[in-house]
């Protein structure tokens, strides 16, 4: 599909919904918005610009459609293979040496690396001592991502995932399958505390042993990447690891210097002392 609306037009379109409802994406990468904002106007069968900035304006409720379509992530459990496998054999393991281990999923989405995190910790039996946070911009996606309820559809996939990253229990014992939906148990959403948070304007907000933000800042221009990694550093205790995503390093980062390569291969590092 060709871009429909100018650089200027999409220009304006941000600056009213920063405007209007707070939600700064100045400094996200122009390419991957202009294609998504492209392919919302098209979807929703706008015939101008006009009339697109007058539904953002004026209907409160779209606009959580628009934040929704422009930052989504695609997600699942136990994503990666390697990468879990190397959380649930080399990382967690220097985590039970903690007396109170806490985690912070940033841009956790729709909820399902939180889930998979709590259940590698509840198979380590640690979950006890532990406390995740899982956060995102969109207040609606936390809010669904809080109940823990997933479609019953992709649980064979879930399953598959992992047991190949090292799973050895029945997948089946972690959720309650109620027809097309499953429940993920009481015991796991306890330990997760799923919240708002901006990674463009909002700041630490805890001292955290890992950080796991994964395929977010692709989606960032280079100067707040170095603002977020700077967060996350500044949330890291000494000795914390950070896990990004496949395609994010942190080689051309000033503060590359605080850290050592853990595991290359699965994107994650290690403060330094």
Not at 79 to 106: G, M
Request: proline share 2%; net charge neutral.
């Amino acid at each position: 599909m060709d871009n429909i609306l100018t650089d200027i037009e999409i220009e304006v379109i941000l600056n009213d919904v920063h405007q209007f409802y707070g939600y700064d994406f100045s400094e996200y990468a122009k390419a991957s918005l202009t294609r998504r904002i492209n392919r919302l106007y098209w979807m929703d069968r706008f015939t101008s610009v006009t009339d697109l900035l007058y539904r953002i304006r004026t209907d409160e409720n779209y606009i959580k459609r628009f934040v929704e379509e422009i930052t989504v992530n695609v997600t699942e459990m136990f994503r990666d293979i390697s990468f879990f496998s190397c959380l649930r054999k080399e990382v967690i393991p220097i985590l039970s040496t903690y007396p109170h281990i806490r985690i912070w999923h940033a841009g956790c989405s729709s909820g399902e690396e939180a889930f998979s995190m709590a259940i590698l910790l509840k198979e380590a039996g640690l979950l006890h001592k532990s406390i995740i946070y899982a956060t995102d911009i969109n207040p609606d996606v936390i809010h669904s991502a809080s109940k823990g309820i997933f479609p019953t559809a992709k649980m064979k996939l879930y399953s598959e995932n992992y047991i190949a990253s090292g799973g050895t229990h029945e997948f089946s014992s972690y959720y309650t399958a109620n027809y097309d939906r499953t429940v993920f148990s009481q015991e796991l959403k306890d330990k997760i505390v799923f919240a708002t948070h901006n990674l463009v304007s909002d700041r630490s907000f805890n001292e955290f042993q890992l950080i796991l933000c994964r395929n977010v800042m692709i989606y960032f221009e280079k100067e707040l990447q170095d603002k977020v990694l700077t967060t996350f550093k500044d949330s890291l205790e000494q000795l914390g690891f950070l896990a990004l995503g496949s395609k994010e390093t942190l080689r051309f980062s000033p503060i590359v210097s605080s850290y050592k390569i853990f595991s290359y291969k699965d994107r994650i590092w290690r403060k330094n002392i």
